[in-house]
């Protein structure tokens, strides 16, 4: 009997949420990551989302200091202009656009509204995830337990890094999209 592996592709490209930049900083693969991915961060989690995080109070080794990082062109920090923020907040109905992050519906924002980047958007919040699926960009999104796998980095993950969490939450938000639950009543325009 032969068995077939799943061939892991490694992203060439990525568009971080604050929690994952927080989690890689903690897990000390932030610095793995700066080397070997071309990282896009919206300028809300920039300049406002991971500035919560102090190395006093966390697992952090250095502060956070993404502006610093984009100075050095170590990262890039995109901002979505207040059209495509307007429009993708139109998106949904109040009820949902509540659980969404300012920094995640920017997220959103770029990758909707900005078909050239070809950026795999990785987060751990499960309205984000749910958000992008809702929106037509399932196959843009990657778990940061598989972003780390396919580096060859190793780490003991909580739930909500791994596979199996994206996976639910994409599931959870391509069933929102088919019944309309959390959208407005605005077409969503599909990718």
């Known amino acids: 009997m ?16 604050a ?5 890689a900083y903690e897990l000390n693969v932030w610095p793995t990551l ?17 500035l919560f995080y102090y190395p006093e109070h966390q697992k952090i080794p250095d502060p956070i200091n993404l502006l610093s990082l984009a100075e050095s062109d170590k990262i ?8 495509e923020m307007e429009d993708i ?15 995640e519906a920017e997220a959103l ?28 960009l399932s196959s843009r999104a990657i778990s940061f337990g598989r972003l780390l796998a396919s580096y060859g980095l190793q780490k003991k993950l909580d739930y909500q890094f791994k596979e199996r969490f ?14 309309g639950q959390g959208l407005s009543k605005k077409k969503i325009k599909t990718s």
């Open 166 to 179: 994206l996976k639910e939450n994409l599931k959870v938000g391509q069933q929102m999209r088919i019944t």
């Open 76 to 83: 890039t920090i995109l901002e979505a202009t207040a059209k």
């Open 34 to 50: 700066l080397r070997r991915v071309s990282i896009l961060v919206p300028s809300i989690i920039a300049t406002d989302e991971t």
């Open 19 to 23: 929690n994952v930049i927080i989690e």
């Open 109 to 136: 924002a770029l990758l909707h509204f900005r078909p050239n980047l070809d950026h795999q958007f990785c987060s751990a919040d499960a309205a984000a995830i749910r958000a992008f699926a809702m929106v037509g």
């Open 89 to 103: 907040f139109s998106l949904f109905d109040k009820s949902f656009i509540g659980q969404l992050h300012e920094g």
């Open 2 to 17: 032969v068995y077939l592996r799943k061939k892991i592709i490694k992203p060439k490209s990525l568009l971080p949420d």
